[in-house]
């Protein structure tokens, strides 16, 4: 069975600070790793990783694979209030399905 | 393109009722998903879909829930007879394999 364990579950900084959130997984027959952003609706697509070692940034944003270690992670840095969701890691296979982690509640306060 | 729409948004309906909830996924997109997401056991997948035929079924909980998807741009999950613990957000997602992987805005059901 395809197992995905996200930490922490939860985690409240101050503006500006830096948050990694981490996920570790076991998949058969993986291809890629996908991480979501979800507010109050339906997740949002943030990164699709394929390759071990290849940092993929979006802004402030930025993600590696370890598929050695079967382990990924999300930075984000200079935390923005806007950053507060649910951060959720989903790696596929090759049947194309994602299995979810629980998710990372994520609160930057002010 | 208007994205994954799903119907109802939100659904109260009593215990022992029947419930559907609709799909239709991006157009051209080969793969649909049917995902539950409760606050104790997360997102979940229930059943998904390859060119309209079900490729697995083993998240559905149990006999209670079905799921059709008669062509390309329509889906529907049937829980019938409802019960409380299935209150949950329903999501369909629709995607090209791994790429575009595309979320509807769900739909919240609450069973009373």
């Known amino acids: 069975e395809d197992k995905v364990v996200q930490s922490p579950l939860s985690l409240v900084v101050h503006e500006g600070d830096t948050v990694t959130l981490n996920c570790s997984y076991e998949?058969?027959?993986?291809?890629?790793l996908l991480w979501y952003k979800q507010e109050k609706k339906a997740p949002t697509f943030l990164f699709m990783l394929?390759?071990?070692?290849i940092e993929k940034k979006s802004g402030r944003l930025s993600s590696i694979l370890d598929k050695k270690e079967l382990f990924s992670f999300l930075k984000i840095t200079a935390t923005q209030t806007g950053d507060s969701a649910i951060y959720l890691c989903?790696?596929?296979?090759?049947?194309?399905?994602?299995?979810f982690g629980k998710g990372t509640l994520l609160t930057v306060n002010p | 393109d208007a994205g994954v729409i799903q119907s109802p948004r939100h659904e109260v309906t009593e215990m022992g009722q029947e419930v559907t909830l609709r799909c239709k996924p991006i157009s051209g997109h080969d793969y649909l998903f049917w995902y539950r997401q409760t606050m104790m056991r997360g997102l979940e997948l229930l059943i998904y879909f390859n060119n309209n035929v079900p490729i697995d079924d083993s998240g559905m909980p149990e006999d209670r829930f079905s799921a059709k998807m008669p062509n390309a741009s329509f889906s529907t999950l049937k829980i019938q007879p409802s019960e409380p613990r299935d209150s949950a957000v329903y999501f369909c997602?629709?995607?090209?394999?791994?790429?575009?992987?595309?979320f509807g805005s769900g739909t919240r059901l609450t069973v009373v």
């Open positions: 394929t390759s071990s070692g």
């Open positions: 997602a629709s995607s090209t394999g791994l790429h575009g992987y595309t």
């Open positions: 998949v058969t027959n993986f291809r890629s």
């Open positions: 989903a790696p596929g296979g090759s049947n194309y399905k994602l299995t």
